[in-house]
T-cell receptor, first 110, second 116 residues
Framework: LAKTTQPISMDSYEGQEVNITCSHN???????ITWYQQFPSQGPRFIIQ???TKVTNEVASLFIPADRKSSTLSLPRVSLSDTAVYYCLVAYNQGGKLIFGQGTELSVKP | DGGITQSPKYLFRKEGQNVTLSCEQN?????MYWYRQDPGQGLRLIYYSQIVNDFQKGDIAEGYSVSREKKESFPLTVTSAQKNPTAFYLC???????????????FGPGTRLTVL
């Protein structure tokens, strides 16, 4: 059974690097992993996407180890405005399933 | 401006009534999706459509219905058969026609439905 699991919450301080890990033990070779950011009462906003090794853009990095059973979203030098819920999404080609994790509530403190 | 709009932002209905949530996009995307969000449960897929006049059930389609008569529009009807309809409903669209392939989904602002 495909399942996507994340920690429920994390705390951090301004300026620190934050790493949020998502577990997806049934992932296949070409299944994509996507991360979204969501503020209260708003729609999720795309952060980053990949399916192997490492992807980096202007706001985050995504690390995917060789076995692909997990992935880590890395946010460098977080600020107070990064306080939000972060969702991991795995798009499974087998069966066309889209499985979101339950979200990680990140709280950044001054 | 290109994007997805959902209306209304807040919606209140009496139990037993059907209600239709609007979703419009001007991104020229083929695929559109409806999700339900409950506290602590992430997003769950209700229905999706890869092309006009075609749609597929997601994981929690019971008690919901959709139509896709135009590329830009994908309205969701919450019927009286939905046992617990109070939730935050999110619409999304994607340029990819297969929901499981590389597909950055663009989300609307959501509609919060409360059934009294």
């Amino acid at each position: 059974l495909a399942k996507t699991t994340q920690p429920i919450s994390m705390d951090s301080y301004e300026g620190q690097e934050v790493n949020i890990t998502c577990s997806h033990n049934n992932i296949a070779t070409n299944d994509y992993i996507t991360w979204y950011q969501q503020f209260p009462s708003q729609g999720p906003r795309f952060i980053i996407q990949g399916y192997k090794t490492k992807v980096t853009n202007e706001v985050a990095s995504l690390f995917i180890p060789a076995d692909r059973k997990s992935s880590t979203l890395s946010l460098p030098r977080v600020s107070l405005s990064d306080t939000a819920v972060y969702y991991c999404l795995v798009a499974y080609n087998q069966g066309g399933k889209l499985i979101f994790g339950q979200g990680t509530e990140l709280s950044v403190k001054p | 401006d290109g994007g997805i709009t959902q209306s209304p932002k807040y919606l209140f209905r009496k139990e037993g009534q059907n209600v239709t949530l609007s979703c419009e996009q001007n991104l020229n995307h083929d695929a559109m999706y409806w999700y339900r969000q409950d506290p602590g449960q992430g997003l769950r897929l209700i229905y999706y459509s890869q092309i006009v006049n075609d749609f597929q059930k997601g994981d929690i389609a019971e008690g919901y219905s959709v139509s896709r008569e135009k590329k830009e529009s994908f309205p969701l009807t919450v019927t009286s058969a939905q046992k617990n309809p109070t939730a935050f409903y999110l619409c999304a669209s994607s340029g990819q026609t297969r929901p499981s392939s590389y597909n950055e989904q663009f989300f609307g602002p959501g509609t919060r439905l409360t059934v009294l």
